[in-house]
């Protein structure tokens, strides 16, 4: 892995802790479509870290979502409930921002800004680890 790699890698960890923070703050102050927004975010950022510490690159949000379900939660290497909380933010997300006449409230929202932080935090901690032979997740 270059130093540039390593670099990015660290960048869309910070990216990604610096915007649960925005979601805390949106959550504060009762704006439940942008908290979701950001929750998603966070861990989109967290994830595309991951994919790229294992050389796996896409330009879409689905094809980021396709090779994390399929190299990491499929494989057992992250659990299926921790996978899903991203599934399920990728869709809550994709309804609050594209859809017409969809709010999300507090009861909904709230709840799951615990569950990305921790789902962050464990994509993280993925990052550190070094497969013994160098090769990407099966």
């Known amino acids: 892995m270059t130093e540039s790699q390593e670099t990015l890698i660290q960048y869309r960890l910070d990216r990604a802790r610096e915007t649960l923070e925005e979601a805390s703050i949106l ?13 998603y975010y966070a861990c989109f950022y967290a994830v595309s870290a991951l994919l790229l510490k294992h050389d ?3 330009v879409k949000h689905t094809g980021i ?3 994390f379900n399929l190299h990491f939660v ?5 659990g299926a409930e921790i996978g899903q909380v991203y599934n399920d933010l990728f869709t809550f997300r994709t309804k609050s921002d594209y859809m017409d006449l969809v709010q ?3 009861d909904g929202v709230r709840p799951l800004v615990s569950l990305a932080e921790a789902f962050v935090e ?3 901690a993925l990052t550190k680890q070094t497969q013994n032979d160098g090769t990407p997740p099966s």
């Open 104 to 106: 999300f409230d507090e």
């Open 56 to 58: 796996l690159t896409t």
């Open 122 to 124: 464990e994509i993280a």
């Open 27 to 39: 959550a504060d102050a009762g704006r439940w479509n942008g908290c979701l927004n950001r929750l």
């Open 65 to 67: 979502r396709s090779f």
């Open 74 to 78: 499929k494989t057992g290497k992250v």
